[in-house]
């Protein structure tokens, strides 16, 4: 099945960290260009990160100096250092990106999301 699969959300109290990780299966046989959204309730979705194949990054400013987007390119997955987490950064938080699959198929995804909640 092609699919990316997220992993690392959870509850949190202000202040603490998470590191989200974004795993593509093993029908895909590449990532590319590679972001990260989240989407709060009662609110539209928004870009939070962005990488490219080359590790070329940005963010939105709300996150920035607090949150790093990674990746490790052998194994096709990406990863969202959160730091210094705020009660505003609740949010279900979603992978996206483009993705090579073994049919030699290019198609873009967005995985199921994870769920990060930041209270004390």
């Known amino acids: 099945q092609v699919q990316l699969v997220e992993s690392g959300g959870g509850l949190v109290q202000p202040g603490g960290s998470l590191r989200l990780s974004c795993a593509a299966s093993?029908?895909?046989?590449?990532?590319?260009?590679m972001a990260w959204f989240r989407q709060a309730p009662g609110k539209e979705r928004e870009l939070v990160a962005g990488?490219?194949?080359?590790?070329?990054?940005t963010y939105a400013d709300s996150v920035m100096g607090r949150f790093t987007i990674s990746r490790d390119n052998p194994k096709n997955t990406i990863y969202l250092q959160m730091d210094s987490l705020e009660p505003g950064d609740t949010a279900i938080y979603y992978c996206n990106g483009m993705v090579h699959t073994t049919s030699f198929t290019t198609l873009e995804l967005w995985g199921q999301g994870t769920l990060v909640t930041v209270s004390s």
């Open positions: 990488i490219t194949f080359d590790g070329s990054t």
């Open positions: 093993k029908s895909i046989l590449s990532i590319h260009n």
